[in-house]
C-alpha cells in the first residue's frame, strides 16, 4: 500500500517540513492536505535553509510532483510570491510538478482582515493565530460561502465572487467599527493572480487516485500539530482545519485502504506559539535555554510570525494521546542535539487535576487548564550528538531518553534528527 501520512504529535513545528523531505525521496507525489500558510516548514540542503508555507516540502526532490489538496485553504498572492523564490533559487515549478486542488479553498483579503478583527475583539481571549486568514477562509468554507480555486478558471465570475466576499467582510468590519476594505482593488489583484495560477488548478483527488492505482508512492505532508486539530486539540486554542491523521483522506479524497504508514514527528522537547494550554511549558532560564537566542535559524522562533515560542519538557500525555488520535505506527524525534548539555531532562507522564492523575489530556479547557504535569527525571548528556548517525554514537542517556520515550508512547522511535541538515539523522 503506498501512502504514507506524516503528521505534527504536539503543537506545531515539530520538524515535519525536515522529515517530509526526507520522505520524500522515495515518494512519488507529496501532497500537503490541511491547512495553509500559517504553517512553516523548514527544510535545509546544502546548508541552504528554505522555508516554505504553502507548497509542500518534496518540492526540493526534482523527481517529486507537489499537491495543494482540497483540504487546504490557499491565499493565491502568497501562493504566486512563494513559488517565485523557489524559481529564484532554482527549483523548477511547472503545472507538470505543482497542481492546485479545484476543491481548495482561496483566502482573500477579506478573511485576513476578519482574522485579525476577531482578534481583537476577543481580547485577552485572543488564542495568538498566524493572522492569515486561516479561521475565517474555513468559516466561509463551511458556511457554504468559500471561494475554491476552480473558480479561478471563469475570470468573470471569479471577479464577482471577490467582490461579493469583500462587501460581505465589509459590512461585518464596519458594523464593528473597523475601516472597510477596497472590494474593486482586491478583484483586480485577484483576477491577475488567477491568470498566473489557473493553469495549476486541476481535480487533484481524481490525480491522486489515479497515481495510487499505479503503484506510486504518495506521501501526505501534514501541517501545525495533532493539539490544534478543531477537533482533537486544545479548543478553542486550535487552528480551523483538521491536522490529523483523518484530515489527510477527506484533504486529499484518498481512502483509507490506500494508506500503510503513519509517521508522527515529535520534537525531543515542547514548544507551544499562540495561547492555550501547555502544562509542561517552563519559564525563566531553562525556557531560554530551549528556545534558544534566536542566533541560529533552528532556534524557537515563528517561521510564520517570528514570535518566540513557548518551551518547556516532553510531554509524554500528549504523545500518547497523538499516537492514538492518528495511529502512528512509527515516531520520528526531532531536534535531540539541542538537549546537549542539560544535566536533567524531565518527561510529563501524567497530569495531576485536582488531586487525581490521569494519563489522557481532559477534554474540556476547564480541566485542561487545571491540569499539572507529573514528572519523571532523566539523566542528561553532555557530548554533542550533531555527528552522530547510528545510535551506537549516541551517549547511553541519549539513548535511554530515546527508549523511555518510546516505552511511554507505545510506539518505536525509527528515526532520530541531531540537526536540521538533510543527513543529520540517526536510524534507531
Ligand atoms: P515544521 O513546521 O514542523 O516543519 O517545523 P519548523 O520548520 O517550523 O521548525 C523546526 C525548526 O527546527 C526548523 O528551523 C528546522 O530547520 C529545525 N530542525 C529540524 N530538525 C532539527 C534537528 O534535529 N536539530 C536542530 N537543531 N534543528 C532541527
Ligand atoms: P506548522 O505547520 C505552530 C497556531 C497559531 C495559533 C493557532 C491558530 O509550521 O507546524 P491559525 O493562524 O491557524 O488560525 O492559528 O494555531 N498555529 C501554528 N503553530 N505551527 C504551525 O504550523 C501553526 N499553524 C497555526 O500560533 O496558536
Ligand atoms: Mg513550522
Not at 483522506?249 to 507551544?272: E, H, N, Q, W, Y
Request: charged residues 20%; negative net charge.
Amino acid at each position: 500500500m503506498p501512502a504514507t501520512i506524516l503528521v505534527g504529535a504536539q503543537w506545531g513545528d515539530e520538524g515535519k517540513g525536515r522529515v517530509a523531505d526526507w520522505l520524500a525521496a522515495e515518494a512519488d507525489v507529496v501532497a500537503r492536505y490541511a491547512g495553509g500558510d500559517n504553517a512553516g516548514h523548514t527544510v535545509v540542503v546544502s546548508g541552504q535553509v528554505v522555508k516554505l508555507h504553502l507548497v509542500p516540502s518534496g518540492i526540493l526532490h526534482e523527481h517529486v510532483v507537489c499537491v495543494l489538496g482540497n483540504g487546504m485553504v490557499v491565499n493565491p498572492v502568497n501562493l504566486l510570491k512563494e513559488i517565485d523564490g523557489l524559481k529564484a533559487i532554482g527549483v523548477e515549478i511547472s503545472p507538470e510538478r505543482l497542481m492546485i486542488s479545484s476543491r481548495a479553498h482561496l483566502i482573500t483579503p477579506a478573511h485576513i482582515a476578519l482574522d485579525s478583527a476577531s482578534e481583537q475583539a476577543r481580547g485577552s481571549q485572543a488564542i495568538g493565530t498566524t493572522l492569515r486568514g486561516i479561521g475565517p477562509a474555513y468559516l466561509d468554507k463551511t458556511g457554504r460561502q468559500g471561494i475554491r480555486a476552480g473558480e479561478m478558471r471563469d475570470p468573470e465570475g471569479f471577479a464577482d465572487s471577490i467582490e461579493r466576499m469583500m462587501e460581505r467582510a465589509n459590512a461585518a468590519l464596519v458594523r464593528d467599527g473597523h475601516a472597510p476594505l477596497d472590494a474593486k482593488s482586491a478583484a483586480v489583484q485577484y483576477l491577475d493572480a488567477a491568470a498566473l495560477l489557473q493553469p495549476y488548478v486541476r481535480d487533484s483527488a481524481q490525480y491522486l487516485n489515479e497515481r495510487l492505482r499505479d503503484g506510486a508512492r504518495v506521501l501526505c505532508e501534514g501541517a501545525q500539530g495533532t493539539l490544534l486539530d478543531v477537533d482533537h486539540g486544545d479548543y478553542p486554542f486550535v487552528t480551523s482545519s483538521s491536522p490529523t491523521a483523518g484530515g489527510a483522506l477527506t484533504g486529499l479524497g484518498i481512502g483509507p485502504g490506500a494508506v500503510d504508514r503513519v509517521v508522527g514527528v515529535a520534537k525531543a522537547f515542547s514548544t507551544r506559539v499562540g495561547s492555550g494550554p501547555m502544562p509542561t511549558e517552563l519559564e525563566g532560564e531553562l525556557a531560554s535555554r530551549l528556545r534558544g537566542t534566536g542566533e541560529n535559524f533552528w532556534d524557537e522562533f515563528g517561521t510564520t510570525t517570528g514570535r518566540p515560542r513557548r518551551c518547556g519538557w516532553l510531554d509524554a500525555v500528549v504523545l500518547r494521546y497523538a499516537a492514538q488520535i492518528n495511529g502512528f505506527t512509527e515516531l520520528f524525534l526531532t531536534k535531540l542535539d539541542v538537549l546537549s548539555g542539560l544535566p536533567e531532562l524531565k518527561i510529563a507522564v501524567a497530569y495531576r487535576i485536582d488531586g487525581r492523575e490521569v494519563d489522557y489530556p481532559p477534554s474540556t479547557m476547564a480541566e485542561l487548564a487545571r491540569a499539572e504535569a507529573v514528572y519523571e527525571s532523566v539523566t542528561g548528556w553532555v557530548q554533542d550528538v550533531t555527528g552522530a548517525r547510528h545510535l551506537a554514537d549516541l551517549p547511553n542517556n541519549a539513548i535511554a531518553y530515546i527508549q523511555r520515550i518510546s516505552e511511554l508512547v507505545g510506539v518505536r522511535i525509527r528515526t532520530v534528527s541531531v540537526g536540521p541538515e538533510r543527513g543529520q539523522l540517526v536510524f534507531v
